[in-house]
């Protein structure tokens, strides 16, 4: 059995929402776990495991990417 190793994507909110959802569901915590991918999209669960959401890699209005 292989084994498969887990992406990361490290990640700062943007809006006032993502803010809010960065403070209470993700407590402050940037790294996010990729749960699937696309060309144009990561999908994203949080560490706690209390909030995924979807990541556009060109422009987001929520969310940026940071490393």
């Known amino acids: 059995m292989a084994l498969i190793k887990q ?18 569901y993700m407590n ?20 706690t495991n209390k909030y995924s959401f979807e990541l556009n890699k060109e422009c987001d209005n929520n969310w940026e990417v940071i490393k």
Request: charge should be positive; include cysteine.
């Open 28 to 47: 402050g915590l940037h790294s996010c776990r990729v749960t699937k991918e696309d060309i144009h999209t990561y999908y994203l669960s949080s560490i």
């Open 7 to 24: 992406k990361f994507v490290y990640v700062k909110p943007k809006s006032t929402d993502a803010e809010e959802k960065f403070n209470v």
